[in-house]
């Protein structure tokens, strides 16, 4: 088990306990959205409390996150991990504010429902079985959810938080979005790709002087200019057209 799945687990039935034990902590967790600058704290702390009129709740939450949370953790990392957990969290927390800003909300669903997400985003042909004997894909099992969520929120809720859900899977990819446009590798694409240079800029090429083209270079030039002439100035690449200007003579 990878370390903040770990501490996930410990501290959500830690606050379980608490619940149990000292009257008035549920109320104290919950989140209320409307009453949210109110009780600011319950954005977080409402997703590590659970509903107490039962175990179904939490364990279901517990042993999703046990399933699903190691190998997205030891994927992303544990700093990554417990950052998309929170947001996805509070993400929910937000859309409730939205559909459902008086209902009082409990639950780790919306952040385990993230977890979920990330882990069909990374291994979406993964096989899941349902109640242990339907096989569906982890991408099909998404969008399932996604689905059955709009319905059952449509529908009232029926005493489930189906917008945290819901708000849960969209924290989780706004998330990885995000941390996938500012990943070493994406960035390092980046500047293999190099600067674009629009087609517009390129100028006058054919007013380039291949006398004065250096003859390391002028082999390239040539072969450029005629490639221009054949298919075109879109036909270039980024690159071409970055090296082609180079030799471009520009007005003063």
């Known amino acids: 088990m990878t370390p903040w799945v770990q501490r996930l687990l410990i501290a959500n039935i830690a606050v379980f306990l608490l619940q149990l034990t000292v009257a008035g902590t549920s109320r104290f967790l919950a989140l209320v959205p409307a009453l949210l600058l109110e009780r600011p704290w319950t954005i977080v702390t409402y997703m590590f409390a659970h509903s107490t009129a039962g175990f179904s709740h939490i364990l279901f939450n517990m042993f999703a996150l046990f399933i699903f949370g190691p190998r997205v953790e030891a994927r992303i990392g544990e700093r990554h991990f417990i950052r998309m957990y929170l947001f996805a969290g509070i993400v929910g927390g937000l859309l409730s504010l939205v559909f459902t800003p008086t209902a009082a909300i409990v639950g780790a669903s919306g952040a385990v429902f993230g977890v979920q997400l990330a882990y ?123 090296f082609l200007g180079h030799f471009i003579p520009r007005k003063a």
Do not use: C
């Open 120 to 242: 069909a985003r990374f291994f979406p042909h993964d096989r899941i079985f349902i109640w242990g004997v339907i096989p569906v894909e982890a991408r099909v099992l998404v969008v399932i959810m996604t689905v059955m969520s709009l319905y059952g929120g449509m529908r009232g809720g029926g005493g489930v938080a189906h917008f945290a859900h819901l708000g849960g899977f969209l924290g989780a990819w706004l998330y990885l979005r995000w941390t996938e446009g500012r990943s070493p590798a994406r960035q390092w694409q980046t500047k293999l790709a190099g600067p674009t240079v629009p087609v517009e800029t390129l100028g006058d090429w054919r007013g380039i002087d291949l006398s004065r083209v250096h003859e390391v270079n002028r082999d390239e030039v040539q072969r450029l200019m005629g490639k221009i002439e054949r298919e075109g100035e879109g036909s270039l690449s980024p690159q071409e057209r970055v």
